[in-house]
């Protein structure tokens, strides 16, 4: 119990349940495919499941290397490039949520010092 402790700790409760919202988003749409699918496809339900518990660990690598390579910089870009872009990247980091997301999970293992 400790350990989930300390790695949420490490995370802002706004930006976990943002990050969550996002990420049920992308739930409901493929589990919705999915159960519509004849049979229904549970390993996809599941694996999804998944995607979406760890998404906001994925999320905070992203968030942690842009921030990396952009410092407080600002980039101004019209809003239709920036939806259709930040649509991409949290479909992609939800995708992929199950390898990138130890990563932010080491990090915050790192980062939080222990209770």
Do not use: C, Q
Not at 81 to 94: D, G, I, M, R
Request: aromatic share 14%; hydrophobic share 65%; charged share 10%.
């Amino acid at each position: 119990m400790n350990v989930l402790r300390r790695i949420f700790a490490g995370v802002h409760r706004p930006y976990l349940i943002r990050a969550y919202m996002i990420g049920f988003l992308f739930f409901a749409l493929i589990g919705g495919m999915a159960l519509n699918a004849k049979p229904a496809n549970i390993g996809l339900i599941v694996t999804s499941a998944l995607s979406t518990l760890l998404f906001p660990f994925a999320k905070l690598v992203w968030d942690e290397l842009r921030n990396l390579v952009l410092g407080n910089n600002m980039i101004i870009m019209p809003i239709l490039v920036l939806f259709p872009l930040k649509l991409f990247v949290n479909a992609f980091l939800w995708g992929a949520a199950i390898l990138v997301a130890p990563l932010g999970i080491l990090y915050l293992w790192f980062r939080t010092p222990a209770p």
